[in-house]
């Protein structure tokens, strides 16, 4: 059975750092494409960053560009995303979710990925 399982969400204060992990189970990651998403209350679910299977390419979201670092480990099967200088706005629900897509460039959006981390909570407040 095909299961993600993300740790390391938690309340930390503005400026603060926190590294989510994403362990996969049942799969390889190797060749599955990996989005690391986010949906605080009242809002849609957004890609925050992902990580291609072709040549390790990476995309992020504006808003977190030059602060959240995505990686992936494959001799642990665990994704990473290593998120710095976080801002209360980054206050959400994260999720990981994955694709099998050999060679291939991540997207940003929900509909391509059809595997999902049961989501992680981030609080960013003083």
């Known amino acids: 059975q095909l299961q993600l399982v993300e740790s390391g969400g938690g309340l930390v204060q503005p400026g603060g750092s926190l590294r989510l992990s994403c362990a996969a189970s049942?799969?390889?990651?190797?060749?599955?494409?990996i989005g690391w998403f986010r949906q605080a209350p009242g809002k849609e679910r957004e890609a925050v960053s992902c990580?291609?299977?072709?040549?390790?390419?990476?995309n992020y979201a504006d808003s977190v560009k030059g602060r959240f670092t995505i990686s992936r480990d494959n001799a642990k099967n665990t994704v990473y995303l290593q998120m710095n200088s976080l801002k209360p706005e980054d206050t959400a629900v994260y999720y990981c979710?994955?694709?099998?897509?050999?060679?291939?460039?991540?997207?940003?959006?929900?509909?391509?990925?059809?595997?999902w981390g049961q989501g992680t909570q981030v609080t960013v407040s003083s």
């Open positions: 990580f291609s299977t072709s040549g390790g390419t990476t």
């Open positions: 049942g799969f390889t990651l190797e060749h599955y494409v």
């Open positions: 979710a994955a694709e099998y897509r050999v060679q291939a460039i991540c997207v940003m959006t929900r509909i391509g990925y059809s595997y």
